[in-house]
Nanobody
Framework: QVQLVESGGGLVQAGGSRRLSCAASGTIFSINVSGWYRQAPGKQRELVAA???????IYADSVKGRFTISRDNAKKTVYLQMNSLKPEDTAVYYCNVLAIWGKGTLVTVSS
């Protein structure tokens, strides 16, 4: 059974940085198709950044130039480096690997 555990969330001031991690455990052979999503209070879950099956990366327009997705296949871990954070980035951030969801980690950006 595959499990995903996100970490790295917390309270950060506007303009600050945070790195989220998503560690996969269990029988999983690849994290190549993976991504980060977020859900703000009262809003639908949205894509933040992802690796596609073709090997490219995609980003939401709202985070382009500020967020970077990366992965370490040996550690089965996906990362999201978030820079220049804004209050509107406040949300629960979820990791998704091969259609499996983690439980999320809360990021709160104070103004």
């Amino acid at each position: 059974q595959v499990q995903l555990v996100e970490s790295g969330g917390g309270l950060v001031q506007a303009g600050g940085s945070r790195r989220l991690s998503c560690a996969a455990s269990g029988t999983i052979f690849s994290i190549n198709v993976s991504g980060w999503y977020r859900q703000a209070p009262g809003k639908q879950r949205e894509l933040v950044a992802a690796f596609t099956s073709g090997g490219s990366t995609i980003y939401a327009d709202s985070v382009k130039g500020r967020f970077t997705i990366s992965r370490d296949n040996a550690k089965k871990t996906v990362y999201l480096q978030m820079n220049s954070l804004k209050p509107e980035d406040t949300a629960v951030y979820y990791c998704n690997v091969l259609a499996i969801w983690g439980k999320g980690t809360l990021v709160t950006v104070s103004s």
